[in-house]
């Protein structure tokens, strides 16, 4: 029973164009989100947040978006460059899940030069 | 280095045999947090500290596995009899707060029960 889906395992984007990858949740008291990035053989890196408080959040080429009547978050990369190209998780807390941050199962991206 | 740091970062096991995963996590941060990542698969949360309690360990997956930490700083987690399922990438976390800042994760060790 998955509470945070990534439902593309992976994507292929050229670069300088925009990459969305999208995450989708079933839990209603999640109240915070966030990205991570993994390189192979690194740990993930934390990317952006959003509480559920917001719609939006940026920071330079990264912006996460958040329906919560979809249950529903994406983030965007643009434009997206060769450099991206990694596993992206998607995870949330909240909802008394006091130490468990929830994460999907991740999407590889691939951001062809 | 100021990261998390994992040790060992590969480890081969024979099935039977215990082991002892390290994480020193970053100086100063109360939270400390086991995740693993089988083949395929997400971030499947095993336990959660702050300080030296652990008021979540719900993720652990049976009694074969138990983690500590102590000073507030190094933990270990601990797999007795492993078995091949065990077979994973251990990834390490701390975070300063709780799960409201984000979490700064080690590289991970990768435990192969042959």
């Known amino acids: 029973d998955q509470q945070v889906k990534q439902n593309s395992p992976s994507l292929s984007v050229q670069e300088g164009r925009i990459s969305i990858l999208n995450c989708d949740y079933t839990n209603s008291m999640f109240d915070y989100f966030l990205w991570y990035k993994k390189y192979p053989a690194e740990g993930p890196t934390f990317l952006i947040s959003i509480s559920s408080i917001k719609d939006k959040n940026e920071d330079g080429r990264f912006t996460v978006f958040l329906n919560k009547s979809a249950k529903h978050l994406s983030l965007h990369i643009v434009p997206s460059q060769p450099g991206d190209s990694a596993v992206y998780f998607c995870a949330a807390s909240g909802g008394g899940s006091q130490g468990n941050l929830i994460f999907g199962k991740g999407t590889k991206l691939s951001v062809k030069p | 280095g100021a990261g998390v740091s994992q040790s060992p970062s590969n480890k081969v096991t024979e099935k039977g045999k215990d082991v002892e995963l390290r994480c020193d996590p970053i100086s100063g941060h109360t939270a400390l947090y086991w995740y693993r990542q089988s083949l395929g698969q997400g971030l499947e949360f095993l336990i959660y500290f702050q300080g030296n309690s652990a008021p979540d360990k719900s993720g652990l997956p049976s009694d074969r596995f138990s983690a500590e930490r102590t000073g507030g700083s190094v933990s270990t987690l601990t797999i007795q009899r492993t078995q091949q399922e065990d077979s994973a990438v251990y990834l390490c976390?701390?975070?300063?707060?709780?799960?409201?800042?984000?979490?700064?994760f080690g590289n991970g060790t990768r435990l192969t029960v042959t």
């Open positions: 976390a701390s975070s300063y707060r709780d799960m409201s800042a984000p979490l700064h």
